[in-house]
């Protein structure tokens, strides 16, 4: 049973811990999240880009699937499926489809614009008890076409989305969408701090988790992130894994191209990753 975000980021902000939003693209990703949040009793968000929506074959699609294989593999940790940078139009949709928290991406937009949006989204989770993301401040990088050029948020303008009664909110403060360049400032704690203070218990999330380093990570939940994006470190594990099977060949004994065999050591590589990223935010043995 898929459920709303707002308990399970709740308990992190007060708990100190964050988290995971893990991506996913496909049944791959989707079973390999589930089955290892599943063996470290940890909560767990899956991201669900609008690229990825149309790539599994739209939101409808992706709700049943998700659905099912938490049935089917019988999982009982709390898990948010969450749409990741939406459009208000696709925010309606993955409302209609059956998804239990969405993201509002209304940072393009000038304030007053982003407001008046986030307004009407708020009322409508409100009555149908589902979680909320809206955003200030550009992520870095691109994203399924949604480039930002990593501006700080305002922390005034942080606070105004905040007061709307969004479950969460995330405020650009350095991050980026991808891997990190090598000239990469780091994070600004600086604006995180002061849009914690403005927005007092408001969990904040940081988007672009692959790629930041662990101390950073670790003083970012200090300051109020409850909630981390991984993506790319993801793609990048499931790219090398399926790399190395074919390189060594693996492909072409017996039935080593079947595709369950060939995707498998990708999947392998996901639960790594995503193993690795919650010991790390701290919400292993937090399901309840």
Known sequence: MLVS????????????????????????????????????????????????????????????MVSNMIDELKITVPVALHLDHGTFEACLKCIDAGFSSIMFDGSHYPIEENIEKTKELVKICAEKNLSLEAEVGSIGGEEDGVVGAGECADPEECKMISDLGVTMLAAGIGNIHGQYPENWAGLSFETLAAVQQLTGDMPLVLHGGTGIPEDMIKKAISLGVAKINVNTECQLSFAAATRKYIEDGKDLQGKGFDPRKLLAPGVVAIRATVKEKMELFGSVGKAE
Request: glycine letters at 10%; a positive charge; charged letters at 15%.
């Open 5 to 64: 975000a707002k308990d399970m980021i709740t308990k992190a902000k007060a708990g100190h811990y964050a988290v995971g939003q893990f991506n996913i693209n496909n049944l791959e990703w989707t079973k390999a999240i589930l089955l290892t949040a599943q063996e470290l009793n940890s909560p767990v968000i899956l991201g669900v880009s609008e690229g990825a929506g149309k790539y599994m074959i739209g939101y409808k699609t992706v709700t049943a």
